[in-house]
Structures are given as structure tokens and as C-alpha cells.
């Protein structure tokens, strides 16, 4: 049996399907049990439990052979790098206690560094706390999320894509629907000691193609407005998210430009998905 975080999002959900699609035996670990009942049609066992309670996290871990975690952003935060700590710290106990044999975590390109990344860092902190576990750790450290162009759409409209990343630079974008397929299959395959994979989609994209893309959807003029740094901060406070963690995505784009934001190579296995960018912009454009 897997236990499976996120299942009310997006790779957690892409996870839980692929496993239960198998006939693999699944548990669901949510806070609310009443959005669990789809998946407890389906077949899965469902756990309650907070991701910052390591004795419910430790209950819905006990029995398992493999767990799918991941840290959930904290956009109100006042500090959502010390909020994080703590749910990645309780994760770490209930792995521990309930003596989980793999770990599969979603993490980040670039978490190989302890600073320089904003919201990465947390990352980093869980790559190391599981690490410590004892628990054999797999590492899916992924590409931009391509449903991040989700909130730049908006302005599609004036013929504008806005962006914190240059125009013309190519960095690793993927898909939820390929995060969630290839961590299912890390987890079925099992874990020895501490692994990483560097998940890409298909090619990777500059801001410009993403423009193009949008543009060839849309059937209107889309370019790509190359916004300055200083006003990241504004921009995300003004939709309601945190100063803190707006900081953070400052930092994150800044770690980009300086290429920071990368992957770490070496013994980490590059493996590419299959969604292609114009797939998941037509699925957000609704078209």
C-alpha cells in the first residue's frame, strides 16, 4: 500500500489515479475526510490527518511500503519558511516512526542549495530531513510548473504575457499530469538509499515560445512582457499573497536569472515527460 499526499491538488491527485488505475492499493491522507469520498469510491483507504501532526501523519503512514509527500505553499504566511519547516519536520517524524520504506518527495529544480532559491529553500530543508529518516528517498526535483502560466493569462487579452523570467531564456518546464505519472512510478519501483530525478517536460521553453504558443491558441498577437524584479513584491502582494512569501518568489526569480535555479547533475537521472506546454495552455486558455 502507497499513502499519498496532495490528493486535493494537483500531482497528489495525478498520483492517487495512476496508482489506483494499476490495481495498486491506496491511502489518501487529507485533512478533510468528506473530499475524500471519490477516492474512497475508487477503492482507496482515506486518513485524516494534518501535515504539521506527526501522530496523525504517523497512524496514516503505519502499514505502508512507500509515501508521496510533498511541502504545500503558504502564500499568507508571515513566515512560511519556518511553516514549512514544521510540516516538513512532522513528515520526517511520522516517516521515522511508522518506519515507511520510501519516500517519494516532490521537490524542486535547484534544491540542491540551502539559500539563493526563495521558496526552494524549503525544499532543500526536506530533501535533508527525509534524507535522515533512515527511509530510502527519492527525489523528484521538478521544472517550472507549466500551469504557473495560469496566473499571466489575464492580459492575454491586451496581447500581453507578463513575466518575472527574460524573454528570450530557456529554462525546464514541466507538466502537473507528468509529475504525478512519474512519481507513481518511482514509487512502485521502490527506493535504495537517496535518489534524484531532474523532471523536465518534452523541451524546454523560453518565455517567448510560451508567448507564441498563447498566441497560436488565442488566434490573436501574444508577446511576453519582461517585468523588472523590484516588482515582483507589489505585483503578488496586490493579489493578496504575503509580503514574506512574495519576498521569497524575488529571491526565486533572481536565483533564475543568476542560474542559481538549476539542475545539479552528476548522479541525479534526467528523465523527460510527454505533456507538451501547448497541451496544458490549451487545457488553462479553454480552448
Do not use: C
Not at 118 to 142: K, N
Amino acid at each position: 500500500m502507497y499513502a499519498i499526499l496532495g490528493v486535493t491538488g494537483n500531482t497528489g491527485a495525478v498520483v492517487a489515479d495512476t496508482l489506483l488505475t494499476q490495481g495498486q492499493a491506496v491511502r489518501v491522507v487529507v485533512r478533510d475526510a468528506a473530499r475524500a469520498e471519490p477516492w474512497r469510491a475508487r477503492g482507496a483507504e482515506v486518513a485524516v490527518a494534518d501535515l504539521a501532526d506527526a501522530d496523525a501523519l504517523t497512524r496514516a503512514f503505519t502499514g505502508v511500503a512507500g509515501a508521496y509527500v510533498l511541502v504545500p505553499p503558504r502564500p499568507t504566511s508571515a513566515d512560511p519558511l519556518a511553516d514549512n519547516r514544521a510540516v516538513v519536520d512532522a513528515v520526517a517524524a511520522a516517516v521515522r516512526a511508522a518506519k515507511v520504506d520510501h519516500v517519494v518527495l516532490l521537490s524542486s529544480i535547484g534544491a540542491q542549495h540551502a539559500d539563493g532559491t526563495g521558496p526552494i529553500r524549503s525544499l532543500h530543508h526536506a530533501e535533508q530531513a527525509l534524507a535522515a529518516t533512515g527511509a530510502a528517498l527519492t527525489a523528484v526535483r521538478a521544472g517550472y510548473f507549466l500551469e504557473n502560466w495560469g496566473g499571466s493569462l489575464g492580459m492575454v487579452g491586451q496581447g500581453v504575457l507578463p513575466t518575472f523570467v527574460a524573454p528570450d531564456r530557456a529554462i525546464p518546464m514541466v507538466a502537473t499530469t507528468d509529475i504525478g505519472r512519474v512519481a507513481a512510478a518511482a514509487l512502485v519501483e521502490g527506493g535504495h538509499g537517496r535518489s534524484v530525478i531532474e523532471l523536465a517536460g518534452p523541451r524546454d521553453y523560453t518565455p517567448d515560445d510560451i508567448a507564441a504558443i498563447v498566441a497560436r491558441l488565442a488566434g490573436a498577437p501574444v508577446r511576453a512582457q519582461h517585468a523588472p524584479l523590484d516588482a515582483v513584491v507589489p505585483t503578488f502582494t496586490s493579489f493578496g499573497v504575503g509580503a514574506a512569501f512574495a519576498g521569497l518568489f524575488r529571491e526565486m526569480y533572481a536565483g533564475i536569472a543568476a542560474g542559481r535555479v538549476a539542475w545539479e547533475g552528476g548522479a541525479a537521472r534526467a528523465v523527460r515527460g510527454t505533456v507538451a506546454a501547448d497541451d496544458v495552455l490549451r487545457r488553462l486558455l479553454g480552448r
